[in-house]
């Protein structure tokens, strides 16, 4: 089955500018991830919805980051006024649910973002 | 506060070599413990995951995890390596509370760049 997709997958912009990264889960999927991997790093954790409700957005840098996913599947993560240090691979993942904590969350490719 | 530490953002084997990668977590409760590997360019996928079932874990690709609370330790072993294992390697947390419930969000490790030459 199709797993989980991420548009665009890379995306270069200037410095300022807004950016919209868009997930597209698993289908099923209740739980939706999104992390911000920069170059050598782990993943870092940025928000969590369960549904259509961000359940937990303790890693979000700043107020320029926004994520919204209004209809419980497809989730859009916001940046305005961009930074050179947004730049990264950012990383969505979808998994059945968050409250078994069994669940393994599942990855798409990324969406490659460079700010010049 | 839950860390994960990984031991050696290199590790370079002969193909046909053991491959063992370590990790070692923080947490006062046990966590649920993941590896992830990811191949350039791609995201991660999951290799294995421990959820307080069996303290050893078998995963894809011959890959296996044992846990070890005592040592607050889930290091990745493979008996034998092969060309294809080459990649970086990512173990990662999810904190539970006392009731066993997770608090969703992964928590990754640094890294581990696996190479393996013949």
């Known amino acids: 089955g199709a797993g989980v997709s991420q548009t665009p997958s890379n995306k270069v912009t200037e410095k300022g500018k807004y950016v919209e990264l868009r997930c597209d889960p698993i289908s099923g999927h209740t739980a939706l991830y999104w992390y911000r991997q920069s170059l050598g790093q782990g993943p870092e954790f940025l928000i969590y919805?369960?549904?259509?409700?961000?359940?937990?957005d303790s890693g979000l840098p700043n107020d320029r980051f926004f994520a919204v996913r209004p209809e419980g599947s497809v989730s859009t993560l916001k940046i305005q006024r961009t930074e050179r240090g947004d730049s990264a691979v950012y990383l969505c993942a979808s998994s059945k649910s968050s409250g078994t904590g069994a669940q393994p969350q599942h990855f798409g490719d990324g969406t490659r973002l460079s700010i010049l | 506060a839950q860390s994960v530490t990984q031991l050696g953002s290199h590790v370079s084997v002969s193909e046909g070599a053991l491959v063992l990668l370590r990790c070692n977590y923080s947490?006062?409760?046990?966590?649920?413990l993941f590896w992830y590997v990811q191949y350039p360019n791609q995201g991660l996928q999951l290799l294995l995951k421990?959820?307080?079932?069996?303290?050893l874990v078998k995963g894809i690709n011959g890959f296996e995890a044992e846990f070890k609370k005592s040592e607050t330790s889930f290091h990745l072993t493979k008996p034998s390596a092969h060309m294809s294992d080459a990649a970086e390697y990512f173990c990662a947390v999810s904190l539970t509370n006392a009731g066993g419930t997770s608090y969703g969000k992964l928590t990754f490790g640094q890294g581990t760049i696996l190479t393996v030459h013949p």
């Open positions: 919805f369960q549904g259509t409700g961000a359940a937990d």
């Open positions: 421990y959820t307080s079932a069996a303290t």
């Open positions: 947490s006062s409760v046990p966590p649920y």
